[in-house]
């Protein structure tokens, strides 16, 4: 499946609807925010509109209230977007984002060794 690549405001509440098991309303969704200042229930709906019109979600009508699920898995997105990533910033070069990542300090070479290792043994 070929995705687009979601606003902040997106990616929030597919954070969001991921965390779910079940199914979500928006008044759900805003009780879930991790946020001081909640939005309008009107912002969230009009997000959540979005993500439906995208492909990413879904939702059962139960009477008036809508209980949204996400379509698309968070492993598949986050797929999606570190490609993108590495496409857009590192040239395509996977190796490039690891350099930038023990360079900037961001992983250590005991991590990267600690890494290796795990990947050795899921073989």
């Known amino acids: 499946m070929k995705y687009q690549k979601l606003t902040k405001a997106e990616e929030e509440i597919m954070q969001l609807l991921w965390d779910q098991s079940e199914l979500c309303t928006v008044s759900q969704l805003i009780a879930e925010m991790n946020v001081e200042a909640k ?8 997000i959540i509109r979005t993500l439906e019109k995208k492909g ?3 939702y059962k ?3 008036r209230t809508h209980a949204y699920f996400p379509l698309i898995m968070k492993k598949d ?3 999606f977007s ?5 496409s857009g910033y590192f040239e395509g070069s996977t ?9 900037e300090n961001d992983l ?5 060794n600690d890494l290796i290792l ?3 043994n899921e073989k």
Do not use: Q, R
């Open 56 to 58: 990413f979600v879904d």
């Open 95 to 103: 190796n490039e984002l690891i350099s930038f990542l023990v360079k």
């Open 39 to 46: 939005p309008p229930h009107s912002t969230i709906s009009t």
């Open 82 to 86: 570190l490609k993108k990533l590495i």
């Open 77 to 79: 997105y986050t797929k």
């Open 118 to 120: 795990k990947l050795h």
């Open 61 to 63: 009508a139960y009477g």
């Open 108 to 112: 250590s070479l005991k991590d990267l």
